[in-house]
């Protein structure tokens, strides 16, 4: 479950389990080997406005980059709590804000038109086709993040080890047959990405539930499995299983910081050089992490992501 002693956050997103002194240490270790955010004088009075959308993941996101910058000298004002991603990017592209943390699939389907089916499953060859869609809205995508809020068909660990503990939606499709519930939100029924791709491309047809439950449901007996997400709190609890998906179903989720042009030219190569080194240690676990002390620990978004900035050495305060 969450809590500050419950991982080490290291600069190459490693964890472990850890002390309060180790935590210490790893900020120590960050201001020794130069990672500490350095506030520069020049940076003062320069502007920018950080967004975000509505749920916990794009709160702690959007204080991380706030906070990083703020720690680097800019004057920044917080967005948060926009909305879904239409209006988020309604916003961006507006100029109501400089900058929101968006996922990659996200932004190409919902953005670009472009179909599900067509996004490219390569993680770079993805990222490259919305650097050319924003360009056009005059917007440049930071580099993407270690981790990605995918799709994750989920289980107990009781439901996995019943069927031999399969690892890939494959081997579950081949043991589980259709005997077995699937919960899901109710557009998952006509989704290609959801069950109508469970369907063709694993040739699995659980009987589905329609829910918002997710993990209640497994822990109820409502559903043997649910569609969660990669960085949901409740997976680094322990208690839950995924599977992974081995034919490519899922587009890539990756999550960059896309920046208007005119705000990118105030920021300068010290401000992405900031957004980057931010982004770097965050792996799928420690995005879990993070989000489980807002969702289970109940933390405020704005002290998680502090938190995350001193244990991974990025500011010694």
């Known amino acids: 479950m969450g809590g500050l002693t419950s991982i080490k956050i290291g600069l190459c997103g490693s964890q472990s389990s850890s002390s309060s002194s180790s935590s210490s240490s790893s900020s120590s270790s960050g201001a020794a080997s130069g990672k500490v955010i350095q506030s520069d004088s020049a940076n003062a009075g320069k502007k920018v406005t950080i967004g975000s959308k509505n749920f916990d993941e794009q709160f702690v996101l959007g204080e991380i980059y706030s906070q990083a910058l703020q720690a680097a000298g800019f004057d920044v004002k917080k967005e948060l709590n926009l909305g879904a991603e239409q209006v988020a990017f309604k916003a961006l592209k507006g100029g109501n804000i400089d900058a929101y943390p968006e996922y990659t699939g996200t932004a190409l389907t919902s953005f670009y038109n472009v179909k599900t089916d067509d996004v490219p499953r390569d993680r770079q060859k993805s990222f490259d086709m919305l650097k050319q869609d924003l360009a056009k809205d005059k917007i440049t995508p930071m580099p993407q993040t270690p981790f990605e809020n995918t799709y994750k068909v989920t289980s107990t660990k009781e439901t996995a080890k019943k069927l031999g503990n399969p690892k890939t939606l494959s081997e579950l499709?081949?043991?589980?047959?259709?005997?077995?519930?699937?919960?899901?939100?109710?557009?998952?029924?006509?989704?290609?990405?959801?069950?109508?791709?469970?369907?063709?491309?694993?040739?699995?047809?659980?009987?589905?539930?329609?829910?918002?439950g997710q993990y209640a449901d497994l822990d109820s007996g409502q559903a043997d499995f649910t569609m969660g997400f990669s960085t949901d709190g409740p997976l680094s609890t322990g208690k839950y299983v995924t599977y992974s998906?081995?034919?490519?179903?899922?587009?890539?989720?990756?999550?960059?910081?896309?920046?208007?042009?005119?705000?990118?030219?105030?920021?300068?190569?010290?401000?992405?050089?900031?957004?980057?080194?931010?982004?770097?240690?965050?792996?799928?676990?420690?995005?879990?992490?993070?989000?489980?002390?807002?969702?289970?620990?109940?933390?405020k978004p704005e002290d998680v992501a502090a938190q995350y900035l001193k244990e991974a050495g990025f500011v010694q305060k």
Not at 252 to 257: D, K, Q, S
Not at 285 to 294: A, H, I, K, W
Request: glycine share 6%; net charge positive.
């Open 173 to 212: 499709a081949a043991k589980a047959g259709s005997k077995y519930k699937l919960s899901a939100f109710p557009e998952c029924r006509q989704r290609t990405d959801c069950l109508l791709g469970l369907n063709k491309v694993y040739n699995w047809h659980p009987k589905f539930v329609s829910s918002q």
């Open 245 to 299: 998906d081995d034919k490519g179903l899922y587009p890539p989720y990756y999550v960059t910081l896309m920046v208007r042009d005119d705000a990118l030219k105030r920021l300068g190569k010290s401000g992405e050089a900031v957004i980057a080194k931010v982004s770097q240690p965050l792996t799928n676990r420690v995005m879990q992490e993070l989000n489980s002390r807002v969702s289970i620990d109940k933390q």
